[in-house]
């Protein structure tokens, strides 16, 4: 592992030596501070869909924009402009989905960095709402949702600055802002429009882009209460379906493992079968011998993981919304390989120096998940559809197996110390990433400025959605065994894992982000939920089938499933065993 870790970190110098910073450009936006047409003071100025006006074309739905002058004031608001004497309301006196659209002289294959600014007013209950959120369209395809939920307390808009990058595919690329509050919401301001060229097509992924810094995360204090409440229903929501999930798994194994062998047939491989003599040989509880003999040595085998980690490394790479085939998708690339293989590293260390000290020696070998490939795309694909930025950087793809078999409270001890000392590794990354993004930003910015950016980002990223689900209490996961040794322990870091997601990640008007992520997210973890039940309805369905007997009323099948999912899972298949895994 350290000298796959050395490798991918010799890549990144290679990067480095070929990459050539550039300068920043001119604005290329014409009348980015909506200058013109001039309006008089405290008035605005309406221009229809269809029509144009000094650069701009409005566009979306049937309706207007206003042109606004920075001295407007209605119901106690006054309508300051970004640092100009104008600026663009979205809603107009329609509040219909308007917005502006410019097209720009780019030449392919270079990397521009679009900047704008969100105005907002905070009035709950009022018709101004309580956050501005604007699409931002490329030549015709969303590459931002930013909202600004700032103002409270105050009686004059706030602005909230957002920028992007994208390279260029043609001659003539078409920049488009559209309103996306809802009709009742009749303030939605823009203004400082700007954009600007590198001289190289290298920039920061979305990844690192999208992340918020530590005092926008955190502030103001009362969104930790709200977020600290979601995370708690969430942790009850996801609980729950666990437990029953993990049940239902355990005494129906042999029925789910039969049918996959049937399904998966033709990758079979005639060989011989070969007993499994030790627990040393097993890396799950769920593992028949023989046939997961004959698995692992596949799974153990360098060309395997080496294939599967790059895999993983690719398919998380596509989290980036602009990733294909440019420079700045190679540094994503490397830098998302050289988080998760940190992210196997770190973990291994904690376990090799426990071992060491406990037992006086630590043997492990790395071993493939090739299961997880298939995750993270499913992960990589949610994100996407959901415009959720920097995305679910899922990293359970492959691992370091400690093949001596630990006594319960060892495994609890171990597992605990490796998520902590990830997330506080996550921690210390997120700090540290603030400054690097500020330079990473700037228009021919260094490629190893760059590099560290989206290799910080990563490692934020990965550390704390990879905490999030591995804390889920399934049985094979760090989270299982914590909650076995010691449930407060393991309430306190998944209780943590999920505020950081829920605070950080998902909350709406933080680095741009919308409601859908939030919402569509937690729809995710309820058709979890649901489908643990349903899982567990099918086989007990199929046990009363078996028996001749009546399906009994939906409450007594509900009171059912919570008796169960309530109780400890029965005990494992014969012939199995545990060891402890660290993934990444």
Not at 386 to 392: A, C, K, L, Q
Not at 402 to 417: D, I, M, Q, Y
């Amino acid at each position: 592992m350290r000298r796959a870790l050395l490798g991918l970190i010799g890549a990144c110098w290679v990067a480095v030596v070929l990459a050539n910073p550039a300068s920043a450009s001119t604005n290329l936006i014409v009348n980015g501070d909506f200058s013109a047409p001039v309006v008089g003071p405290a008035n605005y100025s309406l221009i229809a869909t269809g029509q144009s006006f000094e650069g701009w074309r409005v566009v979306g739905a049937t309706g207007d924009v206003a042109v606004t002058s920075g001295t407007f004031v209605q119901n106690g608001f006054t309508f300051d402009a970004d640092g100009s004497a104008q600026d663009l309301d979205l809603t107009g006196i329609s509040n219909t989905k308007t917005g502006v659209s410019q097209a720009v002289p780019t030449t392919p294959g270079t990397r521009y960095r679009l900047s704008f600014a969100v105005g907002n007013v905070y009035d709950p209950g009022g018709i101004f709402g309580v956050s501005s959120t604007q699409a931002v369209y490329v030549n015709g395809v969303r590459i931002l949702t930013a909202t600004n939920a700032r103002g409270r307390g105050s009686t004059r808009q706030v602005w909230e600055n957002f920028s992007t990058s994208f390279n260029a595919t043609s001659t003539v690329t078409r920049i488009e802002f559209l309103n996306e509050d809802p009709p009742t919401d009749t303030a939605n301001c823009l203004d400082a429009v700007s954009l600007t060229q590198s001289g190289s097509a290298l920039g920061p992924s979305t990844i690192a882009t999208s992340l918020p810094t530590p005092r926008q995360a955190l502030l103001p204090l009362s969104s930790l209460a709200v977020n600290g409440g979601i995370a708690a229903a969430v942790a009850l929501l996801l609980t729950f379906p666990s437990q029953l999930f993990n049940q239902t798994l355990q005494q129906n194994y042999a029925d789910i493992a039969l049918w996959w062998r049937r399904k998966l047939r033709w990758l079979r491989r005639p060989s011989k079968r070969v007993d499994a003599p030790e627990p040393a040989a097993r890396a799950s509880d769920s593992a028949t011998p023989g046939v997961f003999a004959r698995d692992l040595s596949y799974l153990e085998k360098r060309w395997v993981f080496a294939l599967v980690f790059l895999g993983g490394a690719l398919a998380n790479a596509f989290n980036d919304g602009h990733f294909g085939l440019t420079l700045s998708s190679l540094v994503t690339f490397i830098a998302v390989a050289v988080a998760l293989a940190i992210g196997v590293t770190v973990p291994a260390m904690v376990g090799t120096i426990y071992h060491t000290r406990r037992h006086g020696s630590s043997p492990r070998k790395l071993i493939a998940l090739p299961a997880g490939l298939a995750l993270a795309a499913v992960m990589v694909v949610f994100s996407r559809l959901i415009n959720f930025e920097p995305g679910y950087l899922y990293g359970f793809v492959c691992g370091v197996l400690f093949t001596r078999e630990l006594p319960a409270n060892e495994k609890g001890h171990l597992a605990a110390l490796s998520v902590c000392t990830t997330l506080v590794l996550s921690v210390l990354a997120w700090v540290a990433w603030v400054p690097v993004n500020a330079a990473a930003e700037r228009p021919g910015a260094f490629v190893g400025t760059v590099l560290a950016d989206d290799l910080l980002a990563a490692l934020f990223v990965s550390g704390l959605v990879g905490s999030f689900f591995g804390m889920m209490p399934i049985k094979g996961l760090p989270g299982w065994t914590v909650k076995q040794w010691n449930v407060w322990v393991w309430v306190a870091a998944f209780g943590l894992s999920i505020l950081g997601l829920f605070q950080i990640l998902l909350r709406p008007g933080i680095a741009g982000h919308g409601h859908r992520p939030l919402v569509l997210s937690v729809v995710f973890f309820v058709a979890f939920g649901v489908g643990s039940v349903l899982f567990h309805e099918h086989f007990e369905s199929k046990e009363r089938r078996a028996r001749g007997e009546a399906a009994p009323s939906f409450s007594a099948r509900l009171r059912r499933v919570v008796r169960r999912a309530g109780s400890e899972p029965g005990p494992a298949p014969a012939g199995t065993g545990t060891v402890h895994e660290t993934e990444a």
